[in-house]
């Protein structure tokens, strides 16, 4: 299998950005992710993560009906881990509660909607997303949308095999790798003092 | 809303917005409440982009406060005005290939049943009258003819109201619509006789006019549904945009065909599902 020449980049793409997986990029394998489009050793993804959510100005984790409704065992433990990423990271939270397409408009300023992402990115003019918890057919449909519309970096945690239209994917996300990744980012906002949890930006 | 049913994840509160927290804890899941207790619970549809004075949203928010137990039900929607209000409502609901939607409920019915066999879910098609009497009246008939445990509910407003007004089977004759300049040349379909002859073992007409007889309908179409076949409820509501009266006039409109004589609030029960309701209400009242 040759390698994909496509790269999955921060966009705006134009209005239709083909799947990555049409243009070849193919999922990682267990203990592996993928960096804009490229098959990496998960820890140099955790890296990159950490320094992504570290240089952004304003950071938005998008938390998804899988781990905002404690609907089964070990969610609220998932659940935990997230939030304690998302203070880490010094980043904001703005939920996907469910998938409905809501119409004609959603409230950009506290929810975002997989079927119009763009909105919320626009709105809250986020520069860097993060995808957890949320259904990978909704998770590819919005992570394109935001690639054809918008300049944002995507990051998906993913529970599964990972989201190929991500910017950056985990694969197999539980709440010890939300934990190991925590982790990751607290040793570099460690090294980077100006830019230690909480002193991003706000608006 | 029981919060066994449904809880946020511990961390998260803060952050969801207002109407899921109120969907969590007002919200009718789980609880006892109905059309009476309007305005003292969160619904499960508060916007939509219908017209000002749609009939056809008023007896959606009637119909979603009526449903025995919204947590266990999957509404299938079809083409039309309604839809536009199905990307508000709160209860998982299906949107369908116009004029598929009975099929897609009777699948989905029994896919539900293999899934989750110790429960039961609740199927309930609404649909426009255009896609259920006309473009969809195969597979609607079909599902009564294989008496399947669904419930369909027609939006009855006479017309192709989304596609900007053509006749429907549901119009009078002589209706004159934007898109039906000479009048329609013929009666309304009889479907509340064509479904108690194909199989449905519950048929009732209302509208939006009586709002307790509407729940009390809906409610025993869907109780009905589950235990003894299929049923049909078809609900009158006048479109003032395609018939070209003020979006106050909507309930008059109604009062006026009722004494005409040409909109009848009906209700058929077959003797078997008499006797199911008979014994659920006997039981009911005994509480
Ligand atoms: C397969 C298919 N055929 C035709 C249409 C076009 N179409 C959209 S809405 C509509 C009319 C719907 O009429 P009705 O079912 O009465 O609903 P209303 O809009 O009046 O509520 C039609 C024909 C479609 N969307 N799909
Ligand atoms: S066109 Fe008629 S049925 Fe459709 S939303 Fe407007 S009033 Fe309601
Ligand atoms: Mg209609």
């Given at each position: 299998m040759t390698a994909s020449e496509y790269r999955v980049l921060p966009g705006p793409e134009g209005y239709l950005p083909p799947a990555a997986a049409c243009m070849g990029v193919m999922l990682p394998e267990p203990g592996e992710a993928l960096v804009e489009g490229k098959i990496v050793p998960e820890e140099d993804a955790l890296q990159k993560i950490a320094e992504k959510l570290l240089a952004a100005r304003n950071p938005v984790f998008f938390p998804g009906p899988l781990v905002l409704?404690?609907?089964?065992?070990g969610v609220a433990e998932k659940a935990k881990a997230v939030v304690e990423l998302v203070e880490a990271a010094g980043a904001r939270i703005i939920p996907m509660p469910d998938y409905r397409p809501k119409y004609p408009m959603i409230n950009p300023a506290v929810e975002i909607n997989p079927n119009h992402p763009n909105l919320t990115i626009w709105h809250n003019r986020i520069d860097v997303g993060v995808f957890v918890g949320v259904h990978c057919h909704y998770a590819n449909v919005a992570l394109k949308i935001i690639r054809g519309g918008t300049d944002c970096y995507t990051i998906a945690l993913c529970g599964e095999m990972g989201h190929e239209d991500a910017m950056i994917t985990l694969r197999d996300v539980d709440a010890a790798k939300l934990r190991r990744l925590t982790e990751v980012v607290k040793t570099r906002a460690q090294a980077r003092p100006a830019r230690a949890a909480g002193a991003h930006e706000r608006r | 809303m029981s919060e066994s049913l449904f809880r946020i994840s511990p961390g998260f509160e803060e952050v969801m917005p207002v109407e899921y927290r109120e969907l969590v804890t007002n919200g009718p899941c789980g609880r006892e409440v109905g059309v009476s207790d309007l305005g003292t619970f969160k619904e499960l549809i508060e916007e939509h982009p219908l017209c000002a004075g749609c009939n056809m949203g008023l007896a959606l928010r009637l119909i979603l406060a009526s449903l025995p137990k919204p947590e266990d039900t999957v509404i299938v929607g079809s083409t039309g005005c309604s839809s536009l209000a199905f990307t508000q409502v709160a209860v998982h609901n299906i949107h369908s290939l116009f004029g598929n939607q009975n099929a897609v409920a009777s699948g989905l019915k029994r896919a539900l049943r293999l899934r989750f066999p110790d429960k039961v879910k609740d199927v309930v098609v609404i649909a426009g009258d255009g896609a259920t009497v006309d473009i969809g009246l195969d597979m609607v008939m079909q599902s009564w003819f294989r008496r399947e445990r669904i419930t369909t509910i027609m939006l009855d407003n006479e017309v192709y109201a989304n596609t900007g007004g053509q006749e429907s089977g549901m119009s009078p004759q002589g209706t004159v619509l934007n898109m039906a300049p000479l009048g329609k040349r013929f009666p309304k379909v009889a479907l509340p006789e064509i479904a108690r002859e194909a199989g449905c073992a519950y048929v009732a007409t209302i509208s939006p006019a009586q709002p307790k007889r509407l729940e009390r309908m809906v409610r025993r179409a869907i109780l009905t549904a589950r235990e003894v076949g299929p049923t049909y409820v078809q609900i009158f509501c006048p479109c003032p945009t395609n018939f070209k009266f003020r979006p106050n006039e909507g309930l008059q409109k109604i009062k006026q065909r009722q004494k005409e004589g040409t909109f009848q609030v009906r209700e058929y029960v077959s003797p078997e599902a008499q006797a199911f309701l008979a014994e659920l209400e006997g039981a009911d009242h005994e509480k």
């Open positions: 409704w404690a609907w089964r065992e | -």
